[in-house]
């Protein structure tokens, strides 16, 4: 085999193994998918808008925040502001997803992260845990299957919402609640990070309490790494003095 | 109307698309500074802790854990699995046989 072939054939099996990686998230997609579709057909949204919504902006909070913000009426610019700051927490989790894959051209990079979500940004840091570098192919296997299942959820909200009954959410959320935290402490390493992990638990539950629950995952995530940051830095500093 | 729909969703598409690729722009390789590293290290350590804990331990604005005492159970019992085993699978099966422990009980 060639290099070019082989090359070829490694891209592709990455790409293949994110895809099926991903799957699992049907679990979620699918009725979470469903909800939205029916719901933002009952809000008054075309079929169209909807699945275009689904489709540009792939991000789920995001759009049942919007569907919410719609229906109680408010302006353009509100909804798009809101949109803005509960996405923010997405430019530390594409921050890790830059890191792990090997250096490469801004189209790749650039596709790599267009479809950066919380479940994409979990399988990245799960797979970066056994290997520190990850194939942007596999993220792109992510993010694609990702984004086909809640194109298809969606469409099976819009058109069968009314039909179907709504999937039972009980469980699931506690699946995937447990499936982060299984990646986290798999992510933990020192004693330190479990310290680290406590204050941002504490910071974004303080957060959610005083009424700053859509900015809480970045708010919380920023404050307690680089205080993590700093305790790497006064170690190392008094360690090497 | 519909014009106005489709001005918030393509609002909504920059908004979205921007937080997801300007890090891509600024972080291109491994060769990364050590405290940059140490940083990103931490990241999904962080993320995850201020994901999943307000929903587990808020209940309509207060702290009570008591009204997700089950789905409480459920990711302890993943965590300790992923402590012990290192293995995510397992933790997926060991939350799932909860899940159906808890709903029975």
């Known amino acids: 085999m060639n290099i070019q072939a082989y090359q070829d054939s490694r891209v592709l099996n990455e790409f293949i193994s994110g895809i099926s990686a991903a799957l699992f998230f049907i679990i979620e997609f699918l009725p979470v998918g469903l909800l939205f579709g029916t719901l933002a057909i009952d809000a008054g949204l075309s079929a169209a808008e909807t699945a275009g919504m689904s489709s540009l902006v792939f991000a789920g909070a995001s759009q049942f925040l919007a569907l919410n913000l719609l229906n109680t009426g408010a302006a353009a610019g509100t909804i798009i502001l809101a949109v803005f700051v509960i996405n923010l927490r997405h430019v530390l989790m594409s921050s890790f997803v830059a890191s792990v894959i090997p250096r490469c051209g801004i189209l790749q990079r650039t596709v790599t992260g267009a479809l950066v979500t919380d479940e994409g940004f979990a399988l990245t840091s799960q797979q970066s845990a056994s290997k520190t570098i990850v194939s942007p192919w596999f993220i792109l296997g992510i993010n694609v299957s990702l984004y086909i299942q809640w194109q298809l959820a969606t469409l099976s909200g819009i058109y069968l919402g009314n039909i179907l009954p709504q999937l039972q959410n009980t469980g699931i959320e506690a699946i995937l609640y447990a499936l982060f935290l299984s990646i986290m402490v798999l992510s933990i390493c020192k004693r330190t990070d479990i310290i680290i992990a406590l204050l941002a638990a504490s910071i974004a539950v303080i957060l959610n309490l005083t009424g700053y629950g859509s900015s809480a995952v970045l708010a919380s995530s920023l404050i307690s790494s680089f205080i993590g940051l700093g305790v790497y830095m006064w170690i190392r500093k008094s360690g090497s003095s | 109307m519909d014009t106005k729909i489709w001005l918030i969703i393509a609002g909504m598409a920059v908004v979205t698309f921007i937080p997801r690729i300007f890090p891509f722009f600024l972080i291109n390789g491994n060769n990364l500074p050590p405290v940059l590293k140490e940083w990103l290290r931490l990241l999904p350590i962080v993320i995850f802790a201020s994901m ?54």
């Open chain 2, 52 to 105: 999943i804990t307000p929903p587990l331990l808020l209940n309509k604005g207060s702290i009570n854990p008591g009204a997700h005492l089950e789905e409480i159970i459920v990711v302890l019992t993943a965590a300790v699995t992923a402590y012990f085993t290192k293995k995510i699978p397992l933790c997926l099966g060991a939350a799932v046989i909860m899940v159906i422990i808890t709903s029975a009980v």
